[in-house]
């Protein structure tokens, strides 16, 4: 299979990497924030949020810790034979360039992969024209814009997004034993 497989909050924890970096920046109370669990998109609504991001996105991309068990998966997936598309939709408008700091983190940490494509703001159609046969990602918006197009679609559990009725998981564990299931 090809499988499509999201960086941030699938592969990362980059929420919980950036968080503490917004109290900072914008000398909020970090437990409140914790607390709250806002968003990205109330977080994007900050004011002047694209200067933040332009400084602190590279920087957050660079050092957020791996979801457990990743390497593994991926590792064990890619010997049973399936192709790794990486697709993000970090853009050239936040990041200096979103190639470089992606690659670099991925191989940095032993991330396998066969293809890694940025800058997806629509990753339906990326998905399609890949020949993708299963997509893997934490948003709810991009499951569901896949989906639509028929092709199965694995979601990664998040703090902030909780309510969605997708196909859900909280581990890659799990992500191992769906795939398992889906050649029965
Ligand atoms: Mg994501």
Known sequence: MNIAIDIDDTITNTYETMVPMIALFYNKDLNKLLHNKPSYKELYSLPNFSHFAKTHYEIVASIAPLK??????????????HKIIIITARNNEE?????????NYLIKNNIPFDKLIVNASNKAEVCLKEHIDLFIDDSTKNCHAVAKKGIPTIQFNSVFDTNSKLNKVTSWEEVYYKIQNMYL
């Open 95 to 103: 990041f200096h360039n979103p190639y470089q700091v992606s690659y």
């Open 68 to 81: 457990n068990g990743v390497i593994d998966i991926l590792s064990t997936l890619k010997k049973e034979g």
